[in-house]
């Protein structure tokens, strides 16, 4: 049973920075199975929203919103994938969901699908 548990939010003032880690367990390991990996996060009232994702080789895709100040960085060895999130804006603060789904061979499929979802963890940017 996979399950995703994601951690570090919190609250910081406008132009800081946070770091969120989200620790997947029970992925299938076997040859030949990749996971898409990635952050989203949920304003109240909004919709929820891509921030961006790691396909099954590593490459990235951002938001235009986050492009230049937040990084993802997934790390194989431990299932572990990270967010760092700088130059901080309130409009960035929402619900920080990790989400993660078997590549398919032609890629990564619509996230809206993605199977696995963690719980979320808050982050709060004040101005």
């Known amino acids: 049973q996979v399950q995703l548990a994601e951690s570090g939010g919190g609250s910081v003032q406008a132009g800081g920075s946070l770091s969120l880690s989200c620790a997947a367990s029970?992925?299938?390991?076997?040859?030949?199975?990749?996971?898409?990996m990635g952050w989203f996060r949920q304003a109240p009232g909004k919709k929820r929203e891509r921030v961006g994702i790691?396909?099954?080789?590593?490459?990235?895709a951002y938001a235009d919103s986050v492009r230049g100040r937040f990084t993802i960085s997934k790390e194989r060895a431990s299932n572990t994938l990270r967010l760092q999130m700088n130059s901080l804006k309130p409009e960035d603060t929402g619900m920080y969901y990790c989400?993660?789904?078997?590549?398919?061979?032609?890629?990564?499929?619509?996230?809206?699908?993605?199977?696995?979802w963690g719980q979320g963890t808050q982050v709060t940017v004040s101005s």
């Open positions: 989400a993660a789904d078997v590549e398919q061979l032609y890629g990564c499929r619509e996230w809206t699908d993605y199977e696995h």
């Open positions: 029970g992925l299938i390991t076997a040859p030949g199975y990749n996971y898409c």
């Open positions: 790691a396909n099954g080789n590593g490459n990235i």
